[in-house]
């Protein structure tokens, strides 16, 4: 077990957004107990090869995390710039001028109602920015020491867990500081086996995840506490905490009834969103760093063990095992996409799969970029869904990938 696989989740995606429910929305899945999931007919297999219909990469680029809206992809690069790019073309729409340190947390959240104020929202190792997502230009710019991790919007607000051991919350067309919550004042002792020092790094206080929210509440996951907040987005008023055996990085899920958190003790928790009361919990083979893509009765989720899980309210409907060598893990740190009575999920050992929802059967898989790591959560602006690719070692590339998804 070690504390650097949470850091690298960040290289995977900060990416806000990412797993929410596709355009066009969620058909409910049948009253039954599917079979597990299995492999599908080679010629299936061989159809996924043609399905990648773009390519970005600029030279030198380290992306790492991606979300999309009105025709535009936005995708953010590690050495400090985000890139807008045309969603159906591919080609370059602006990159950022201002610099954005990227080293500590890092992710991207779209103002909820663009019609009133249309932004994106960028955490970086020096607070909250807000970019125009037309032009690239930056809106505004809020300091904030030791900077933050992935944003969250709601309420006329943006909030975001700081590394100095605050939740911190801006107006979301202004920046101005609206409010501050402590987290460190009553920090719960470690767990046997995560010690909280083995997870902070540079000198910071704390160490957050990238936040969720639900319009009127925030949830933000402390990794080295291993806990995840509920606040009222408005006044910063903590509703409940959610206390895991295990450090807990990936952005909770948030359905219309439960958040659900994915934790290092081999669990995925499920509680009810008003109350924080533990509605169900699933033990997995391994450690979990992936969000959860949460509907009204079932979830899904990727875990370490190389396996995508479908959840029928607390009960594991299907598990389906993704492609590894034997003797190798092959993890899961992004978050599953649902569209439709199809999940789309990539995993870093290289593919993107799609399998049907019902019963977890493989409908196609695709190696978008050889010898490239998938990095983000897959985004879909309803048309064609969107991901970040890094090097594998010395090998592959970084990128950012379109792909057709029927």
Not at 114 to 125: N, Q, R, S, T, Y
Not at 136 to 158: N, Q, S
Not at 345 to 352: D, F, I, P, R
């Amino acid at each position: 077990m070690s504390w650097k696989t949470g850091h690298t989740l960040r290289q995977r995606g900060a990416l806000l957004l990412a797993c929410a429910l596709c355009v066009g929305g969620i058909v409910a899945a049948q009253n039954e107990t599917p079979p597990q999931g299995g492999a599908a007919p080679p010629a299936e297999k061989q159809a996924g090869a043609t399905r990648l219909l773009w390519k970005y990469a600029p030279k030198d680029s380290q992306f790492s995390g991606v979300t999309a809206r009105g025709g535009a992809v936005f995708a953010l690069d590690r050495r400090g710039s985000i890139h807008a790019i045309d969603a159906t073309s591919g080609a370059r729409r602006w990159v950022s001028a201002d610099k954005l340190p990227l080293s500590f947390g890092f992710g991207m959240a779209l103002s909820p109602q663009p019609e009133k104020f249309d932004a994106l929202l960028v955490g970086c190792d020096s607070g909250l920015v807000a970019l125009d997502p037309k032009t690239g230009k930056t809106l505004w710019h809020t300091a904030i020491p030791k900077g933050v991790d992935g944003p969250a919007c709601a309420a006329g607000v943006v909030v975001a867990g700081g590394a100095d051991g605050r939740v911190h919350a801006c107006s979301l067309t202004t920046g101005k500081i609206l409010w501050r919550h402590d987290y460190l004042e009553d920090a719960p002792p470690d767990p046997p086996g995560f010690a909280g020092a083995n997870a902070r790094f540079g000198g910071r206080a704390a160490r957050p995840g990238p936040a969720a929210a639900d319009g009127t509440r925030v949830f933000v996951p402390v990794f080295d506490q291993c806990r995840v907040l509920a606040l009222d987005a408005a006044t910063g008023k903590r509703h409940w905490i959610l206390q895991t055996k295990g450090w807990v990085y990936p952005r909770p899920g948030v359905g219309p009834r439960w958040v659900v958190v994915g934790s290092q003790d081999r669990h995925y928790y499920a509680v009810d969103k008003l109350t924080g009361k533990l509605a169900w919990k699933v033990k997995t083979l391994a450690r979990n760093e992936a969000p959860a893509a949460v509907t009204d009765r079932f979830t899904y989720f990727g875990s370490c063990d190389a396996r995508l899980y479908a959840v029928d309210q607390g009960r594991v409907s299907w598990r389906f095992a993704i492609d590894h060598e034997k003797g190798r893990g092959a993890p899961i740190y992004s978050c599953p996409l649902v569209c439709d009575e199809v999940v789309y999920l990539a995993a870093l050992s290289g593919k993107v799969y799609a399998v049907q929802r019902r019963d977890g059967k493989l409908l196609w898989s695709v190696c978008p970029l050889k010898d490239s790591e998938p990095n983000s959560d897959l985004v879909t602006d309803g048309v064609r869904m969107f991901v970040t690719t890094r090097k594998n070692g010395d090998a592959g590339e970084s990128a950012v990938l379109a792909i057709r998804m029927k």
